[in-house]
């Protein structure tokens, strides 16, 4: 009897030794998007499915589901906008996972292009998941931002693009061109204007509207799509175009994104951090708790694709050894990234590489079904909160000047420059007002005298038919300024 008790004792704990992931507590939890058929899947850092059920479609047997989804950062709600192909009609819709039903549906009035088919993320949520920010194009021309209430299912704030404050600032408006928002706080919509139907550009205007206030002004922290965002310290990292620093852009057939900028929120001024004249980079993400910089690059023949893992002073740490990665994600010991299906029939693999082990292919957690092919749509992980002791970005010098229009390659070198110095230069003792935003309908901040030397931040920008630089001089000040008034070159290149 004893025997055989023992017996069992050691195949059990033999069992239990042999699956030890179903027996250890979720470290992240990731929900999974299947764009083709519609299906939400919740995954477990286990390889456990937790959730998986396929999202409505109330508004026609015609209906396509989009490429986007938004999961609220709670991940009980998911927003997606339905288009129906037959009338070409589009429909917002807002699934509760917790009640199992639909909480909102809004129809956007004529609209021909909406901001979710660029992007969709968690941040274009408030904190509590209740409200919801898009933006969309119509089909008459013009566009329109919303910010929806997801308890009342109505709208709670509209900007349209005859507003004041939007002709103030020259905003775009055109055929389809999109406001595509990027983040929202609960008061603050920050949105890029975006050309629907094109192959991209190295960097799009721009702007925050304050909801309460109705005040729009220019944003530095997302010129461009191609970002990732790390909520705890409010930084967001980009790949652009820098021609500042080394490029091969006119290899390339479209353009280079050959740098790395980071947005730091607590100064509100964004810098490059890392230079690549070799590839076009794109899709960097801040991994293992933001301490590191997941990025992929493209060669220039468009036959190379390298993913690079970088630490914060911008040194290669080391390269991933896989070809295409469709998705990735951070969590707080490294990333998730998705494998597509290499061939017919094969599956989307869910793999998990903890970089502080080292840079290496990862480990499998899920599998999909074959022939399906997946997104990241949210990610949660309680270690992926910061509170690591980052060091400083570095911040690269510029080598060359930014080309200018009709420049053959170098640029002028007394060309005022982002990131480059400034001198403010008046007459008469006067001093130059600095504004809260680029043209003579903002307030005025500040005042900067004769010959103070300034930091370039941002610009150029048009408004109220003057140019004006976004700078930063002594004692904080820091706001718009004009080029030039009255025949005075106001802003000297320093």
Same mark, same amino acid.
């Given at each position: 009897m004893l025997r055989r008790l023992f017996i069992l004792t050691v195949c059990l704990i033999m069992m239990l030794t042999a699956l030890p992931a179903y027996g250890q507590q979720a470290r992240w939890l990731v929900w999974l998007y299947d764009p083709?058929?519609?299906?939400?899947?919740?995954?477990?850092?286990?390889?456990?499915?937790?959730?998986?059920?396929?999202?409505?479609?109330?508004?026609?047997?015609?209906?396509?589901?989009?490429?986007?989804?938004?999961?609220?950062?709670?991940?009980?709600?998911?927003?997606?906008?339905?288009?129906?192909?037959?009338?070409?009609?589009?429909?917002?819709l807002v699934w509760d996972t917790v009640l199992e039903r639909l909480v909102a549906q809004f129809t956007p009035p004529q609209a021909l292009s909406n901001s979710l088919m660029f992007t969709a993320t968690p941040r274009i949520y408030n904190d509590a998941g209740t409200e919801i920010a898009f933006g969309f194009s119509r089909v008459e021309g013009g566009w329109q931002l919303v910010v929806f209430n997801l308890i009342s299912a109505t709208p709670a704030f509209i900007l349209q693009d005859n507003a004041p404050q939007v002709r103030a600032l020259g905003i775009e408006v055109g055929f389809d061109i999109v406001p595509v928002v990027q983040a929202y706080d609960g008061t603050t919509v920050i949105f890029t204007m975006v050309q629907?139907?094109?192959?991209?550009?190295?960097?799009?205007?721009?702007?925050?509207? +304050?909801?309460?206030?109705?005040?729009? #002004?220019?944003?530095?922290?997302?010129?461009?799509?191609?970002?990732?965002?790390?909520?705890?310290?409010?930084?967001?990292?980009?790949?652009?175009?820098?021609?500042?620093?080394?490029?091969?852009n006119s290899e390339f057939i479209f353009f280079q994104t050959n740098a790395l900028h980071v947005y730091d929120s607590g100064s509100d001024v964004r810098f490059p951090v890392y230079n690549n004249p070799d590839f076009a980079l794109f899709?960097?993400?801040?991994?293992?708790?933001?301490?590191?910089?997941?990025? !992929?690059?493209?060669?220039?023949? +468009?036959?190379?694709i390298q993913h690079f893992v970088l630490d914060r002073a911008g040194n290669l740490v080391g390269f991933l050894p896989l070809g295409d990665i469709s998705a990735a994600a951070g969590v707080g010991d490294g990333f998730i990234y998705l494998?597509?299906?290499?061939?017919?029939? !094969?599956?989307?693999?869910?793999?998990?590489?903890?970089?502080?082990?080292?840079?290496?292919?990862?480990?499998?957690?899920?599998? #999909?079904?074959?022939?399906?092919?997946?997104?990241?749509?949210?990610? +949660?992980?309680?270690?992926?909160?910061?509170?690591?002791?980052?060091?400083?970005?570095?911040?690269?010098?510029?080598?060359? !000047?930014?080309?200018?229009?009709?420049? #053959?390659?170098?640029?002028?070198?007394?060309?005022?420059?982002?990131?480059?110095q400034a001198i403010i230069n008046t007459t008469g003792g006067d001093a130059l007002n600095v504004r809260s935003g680029p043209s003579t309908v903002f307030q005025v901040v500040g005042q900067l005298a004769d010959n103070t030397r300034v930091i370039v931040l941002e610009g150029p920008q048009e408004g109220a038919g003057f140019t004006w630089w976004r700078v930063s001089g002594p004692d904080g000040i820091t706001g718009w300024v004009v080029a030039s008034a009255d025949g005075v070159q106001t802003l000297l290149p320093g």
């Amino acid at each position: 009897m004893l025997r055989r008790l023992f017996i069992l004792t050691v195949c059990l704990i033999m069992m239990l030794t042999a699956l030890p992931a179903y027996g250890q507590q979720a470290r992240w939890l990731v929900w999974l998007y299947d764009p083709d058929g519609g299906r939400m899947t919740q995954v477990d850092s286990n390889g456990m499915v937790l959730q998986q059920f396929r999202l409505p479609t109330p508004i026609s047997r015609d209906a396509r589901y989009p490429f986007h989804v938004a999961v609220s950062p709670g991940g009980t709600r998911i927003a997606y906008i339905m288009v129906n192909t037959a009338t070409f009609t589009q429909e917002l819709l807002v699934w509760d996972t917790v009640l199992e039903r639909l909480v909102a549906q809004f129809t956007p009035p004529q609209a021909l292009s909406n901001s979710l088919m660029f992007t969709a993320t968690p941040r274009i949520y408030n904190d509590a998941g209740t409200e919801i920010a898009f933006g969309f194009s119509r089909v008459e021309g013009g566009w329109q931002l919303v910010v929806f209430n997801l308890i009342s299912a109505t709208p709670a704030f509209i900007l349209q693009d005859n507003a004041p404050q939007v002709r103030a600032l020259g905003i775009e408006v055109g055929f389809d061109i999109v406001p595509v928002v990027q983040a929202y706080d609960g008061t603050t919509v920050i949105f890029t204007m975006v050309q629907g139907g094109t192959e991209g550009s190295p960097a799009y205007p721009s702007y925050r509207w +304050n909801v309460h206030t109705g005040a729009v #002004s220019p944003d530095v922290a997302y010129p461009t799509l191609n970002n990732d965002a790390f909520p705890p310290t409010g930084e967001v990292i980009m790949a652009m175009q820098d021609l500042r620093l080394p490029n091969r852009n006119s290899e390339f057939i479209f353009f280079q994104t050959n740098a790395l900028h980071v947005y730091d929120s607590g100064s509100d001024v964004r810098f490059p951090v890392y230079n690549n004249p070799d590839f076009a980079l794109f899709f960097p993400h801040f991994i293992q708790n933001g301490e590191r910089i997941l990025v !992929s690059g493209r060669g220039v023949r +468009n036959d190379t694709i390298q993913h690079f893992v970088l630490d914060r002073a911008g040194n290669l740490v080391g390269f991933l050894p896989l070809g295409d990665i469709s998705a990735a994600a951070g969590v707080g010991d490294g990333f998730i990234y998705l494998q597509d299906p290499p061939t017919l029939g !094969s599956v989307s693999t869910l793999m998990h590489v903890n970089t502080r082990d080292g840079i290496d292919a990862g480990d499998v957690v899920w599998t #999909s079904e074959p022939d399906v092919l997946l997104q990241i749509a949210w990610v +949660n992980d309680p270690a992926n909160i910061g509170g690591a002791a980052y060091p400083a970005w570095p911040v690269l010098e510029a080598e060359t !000047s930014p080309l200018l229009p009709g420049d #053959s390659g170098g640029g002028d070198p007394l060309a005022i420059v982002v990131g480059g110095q400034a001198i403010i230069n008046t007459t008469g003792g006067d001093a130059l007002n600095v504004r809260s935003g680029p043209s003579t309908v903002f307030q005025v901040v500040g005042q900067l005298a004769d010959n103070t030397r300034v930091i370039v931040l941002e610009g150029p920008q048009e408004g109220a038919g003057f140019t004006w630089w976004r700078v930063s001089g002594p004692d904080g000040i820091t706001g718009w300024v004009v080029a030039s008034a009255d025949g005075v070159q106001t802003l000297l290149p320093g």
